[in-house]
């Protein structure tokens, strides 16, 4: 019987690195999209040994052209990072808008399963606490994350358009802050940035007062959950993320202790539309690929701090 083949968009990236990891560890043969606009080589250094996996350096912006079978799409490809989505915001636009046409026609092509890659992103700064999937948000369109946001809420949008209308096996997560190694230092995401500045003894940057919370997920359960819903019969959008709920401050203050750190720590204005609160009900994730997240916080960060320590 001949092995299962997926391709995965932004297969370079932190995300998508580890998932191509974990699909050649299944038995599967991987095709990894990337043109390496934040996807760093080094996250798949050690793939490329394997026979299994290939590389394909392109757009997903542009049509995806596959010789033979493909099992699955996984539409990874996207820039997640604040500092990356608001320098570039219109190629933030268009991975979720024509990237995410290009991944569903080459899923419509191939008969294969679509899984897109959305994010927490889509409740905005949300009125409903924790967020469950039935919530449809609270999200500035015009605003300076509207690029990212409504990148994500159009590219759910056109793949319940391509479930409906063609019929596609189409799956959405919804990602809830996620960590661990292959984040880049200065990634503009909070736990790298918070890692980063502590090995160096340079300033924790908070915004704000530090009082907003976030819930943050570590990689491998992440991937975990990501595996089981490729998987699943489930084609509603479905959260993934750790329900643990911490402040900015109680993350810049556990980093300071496990990093042993004389970094201060500072303040800086809250940026525009920055959610106040957000957690995951993962009632459904529970539910119907029962599936929770194992590794805690303080867990999950040894593990961060020793890959950025190396």
Known sequence: MSKKRAVITGGAGFIGSHLCKRLLDEGY??????NFITGSH??????????????????????????GKVDYVLHCASLASPDDYLN????TLKVGSLGTHNSLGLAKAKGAVFLLFSTSEVYGDPLMHPQKES????????????????????AEAMAMAYHRTHKIDTKIVRIFNTYGPHMRNHDGRVVPNFISQ?????????????EQTRSFCYI?????????????????????????????????????KLTNSKSKIIYKKLPQDDPRQRQPDISRAKKTLGWGPKVCLEDGLRKTISWFSR
């Open 29 to 34: 043969k991987v095709i990894c999209i990337d």
């Open 42 to 67: 080094e996250n798949i250094k050690g793939l490329n040994k394997n026979r299994n996996f290939s590389l394909l350096v392109h757009n997903v912006c542009k049509e995806i052209k596959i010789k």
């Open 88 to 91: 570039f915001p219109i190629q």
């Open 135 to 154: 919530y449809w948000g609270n999200v500035n369109p015009v605003g300076v994350r509207g690029c990212y946001d409504e990148s994500k809420r159009f």
């Open 198 to 210: 502590a090995l160096n003894n340079k300033p924790i940057t908070v915004y704000g007062k530090g």
């Open 220 to 256: 491998d359960d992440l991937v975990e959950g990501l595996y089981r819903l490729m998987l699943s019969n489930e084609n509603d959008p479905v959260n993934l993320g750790n329900p643990g709920e911490f402040t900015i401050m109680q993350l810049a203050k556990l980093t300071l």
